[in-house]
C-alpha cells in the first residue's frame, strides 16, 4: 500500500517562500514520476510541479515557473517543492501524487496515489 504523507504548509505573507515535503511509502520510490497538484476553494484542481522517476526532467505550470522548484531525494523517499515569491493567488492545499510510470504528467489523471494534501495560505 502506498501512502503519501504532505508537510511544510502554513500561513505566510506576499514574498515569502515555504518548502512543502512529501514523504512516500514503498521501495521503488526511485522507479516512479512524482507531482504536485494544488486546489483552491471553488475551483478545481490544479498541476503545480512534476518531476521524473531520476529528477533530470521537471515540468511545471505556467503560474509558478520561475517561482517555484521541485526535487526528489530518491534515498529519502521524499521530494520536495519550494516555493519563493509566494502570492495570494497560491493559496491552495497542496496534494503529492505518484505516478506509475517513470515519466511526469500535466493531468491529475494519470496519478494513481494521492496524500491528505497541506495548506498554504498567501496573505497579501
Known amino acids: 500500500q502506498v501512502q503519501l504523507v504532505e508537510s511544510g504548509g502554513g500561513l505566510v505573507q506576499a514574498g515569502d517562500s515555504l518548502r512543502l515535503s512529501c514523504a512516500a511509502s514503498?521501495?521503488?520510490?526511485?522507479?516512479?514520476?512524482m507531482g504536485w497538484f494544488r486546489q483552491a476553494p471553488g475551483k478545481e484542481r490544479e498541476f503545480v510541479a512534476a518531476?521524473?522517476?531520476?529528477?533530470?526532467?521537471?515540468y511545471y505550470a505556467d503560474s509558478v515557473k520561475g517561482r517555484f522548484t521541485i526535487s526528489r531525494d530518491n534515498a529519502k523517499n521524499t521530494i520536495h517543492l519550494q516555493m519563493n515569491n509566494l502570492k495570494p493567488e497560491d493559496t491552495a492545499v497542496y496534494y503529492c501524487?505518484?505516478?506509475?510510470?517513470?515519466?511526469?504528467?500535466?493531468?491529475?489523471?494519470?496519478?494513481?496515489?494521492w496524500g491528505q494534501g497541506t495548506q498554504v495560505t498567501v496573505s497579501s
Open positions: 514503498g521501495r521503488t520510490f526511485s522507479t516512479y514520476a
Open positions: 518531476i521524473n522517476w531520476s529528477g533530470g526532467t521537471t
Open positions: 501524487a505518484r505516478r506509475t510510470h517513470l515519466s511526469g504528467s500535466y493531468s491529475g489523471y494519470d496519478y494513481e496515489y
